[in-house]
């Protein structure tokens, strides 16, 4: 099983952990070209996010702005907001002077009117925040009725699996927290996860006033195996999938 690095940037304001801003350079080269954010996570987010040619579309956690390139290219409106003022840079180095970009915690408010948006994107981004009740309910508030919020999060199963192989007691029902180092660039930083179990996630979707559309463990990109032989080589060829994020497709009500 693959070990997986994560994509972008933090939705708490702990200056402890998770600084992406200290590690920008670094996690965005390693974005551009790993096998969990080029050839697994981006490519199932705009495969689920599908036709998005004139709508206005929320980046949330746009990090240095890959996937916000991508939708852009489909014909997309987007706005993209991101904790980290390292991460925004690199984004406007990518996206040019005039991409709508904006220094925005998730874990507060946000900037825009109720029904600005038509879909959100949200790419591993909630698993920094122990609570996601009132960020679930200020995407909700942004969204037009009908809107999408597409999510992807760490798969809790994954998560319970490498603890058990580490020799560790996992404690699936429970939402708790998890750190790890991450070396980027030359650059240690800590960084903090909250795990919670499936329906926890459920449960909370439904709590801000979404219903649950689709909820996928999508196959990686076909090129991947010849790309990456080492962290793909247990795949037998008949398998494209393995043990690594999670994906939902919510409706807004």
């Not at 946000?110 to 591993?124: E, H, I, N, Q, R």
Request: a negative charge.
């Amino acid at each position: 099983m693959p070990t997986i690095p994560h994509r972008f940037a933090e939705a708490t304001s702990s200056s402890s952990y998770n600084d992406y801003d200290q590690m920008a350079e670094g996690y965005s080269a390693e974005n551009e070209t790993s096998l969990a954010n080029a050839y697994y996570e981006r490519p199932a987010m705009l495969e689920l996010a599908g036709d998005v040619a004139g709508r206005r579309v929320l980046d949330a956690g746009c990090g240095s702005g890959p996937l916000f390139a991508e939708l852009r290219s489909r014909g997309a409106i987007v706005t993209g907001i991101d904790a980290s003022a390292g991460m925004l840079e690199m984004a406007r180095r990518r996206l040019g002077p005039d991409a709508d970009l904006h220094e925005v915690d998730l874990a507060g408010p946000l900037p825009f009117p109720d029904d600005t948006f038509d879909d959100v994107t949200a790419s591993l981004v909630l698993h920094y925040l122990e609570d996601w009740g009132p960020t679930l309910a200020e995407l909700r508030r942004v969204l037009k009725p009908g809107g999408r919020l597409l999510v992807s999060v760490d798969h809790p199963f994954s998560i319970a699996l490498f603890q058990q192989m580490a020799g560790e007691k996992p404690a699936y029902f429970e939402t708790r927290t998890r750190t790890e180092e991450w070396v980027m660039g030359g650059e240690t930083v800590r960084m903090r996860f909250w795990d919670r179990p499936l329906h926890a996630m459920t449960e909370a979707f439904a709590a801000a006033g979404f219903r649950i559309d689709v909820i996928s463990e999508p196959p990686f990109a076909p090129e991947a195996r010849e790309l990456f032989p080492e962290e793909l080589g247990h795949i037998g060829p008949d398998r494209t999938r393995f043990l690594c994020f999670l994906f939902f497709v919510l409706e807004a009500g």
